[in-house]
Nanobody, 127 residues
Framework: QVQLVEYGGGLVQAGGSLRLSCAAS????????MGWFRQAAGKEREFVAA????????YYTDFVQGRFTISRDNAKNTVYLQMNSLQPEDTAVYYC????????????????????WGQGTQVTVSS
């Protein structure tokens, strides 16, 4: 059974940093893209960042570009999201996701293409 478990959420002041981790089990995702999405209260889930199965290729949405960094450790089957310069508008539940089809980055910003999801971790940024 595939499981994704997120860690690292919490409460932080504006301008602070958090590092989210997502540990996968049940299968290896070294050949699959992985991503982070978030959902704020009353809003739809939105894409944050994705990392390709190809080393060094990452994707970000405009509002986190330059502040967030996605990375992965295939040996640990884990993906990370380093979040710096956090702002109150970054407050949301953050979800880790993994693509079910390997060797593809198409539509990396669409939740439809991710087959596996974590339970989410709350990030709250106070002003």
């Amino acid at each position: 059974q595939v499981q994704l478990v997120e860690y690292g959420g919490g409460l932080v002041q504006a301008g602070g940093s958090l590092r989210l981790s997502c540990a996968a089990s049940g299968r290896t995702f070294s050949n699959s893209g992985m991503g982070w999405f978030r959902q704020a209260a009353g809003k739809e889930r939105e894409f944050v960042a994705a990392i390709s199965w190809i080393a060094g290729i990452t994707y970000y949405t405009d509002f986190v570009q330059g502040r967030f960094t996605i990375s992965r450790d295939n040996a640990k089957n884990t993906v990370y999201l380093q979040m710096n310069s956090l702002q109150p508008e970054d407050t949301a539940v953050y979800y880790c996701a993994a693509r079910g089809t390997p060797y593809s980055d198409s539509n990396y910003d669409s939740s439809y293409w991710y087959a596996y999801w974590g339970q989410g971790t709350q990030v709250t940024v106070s002003s």
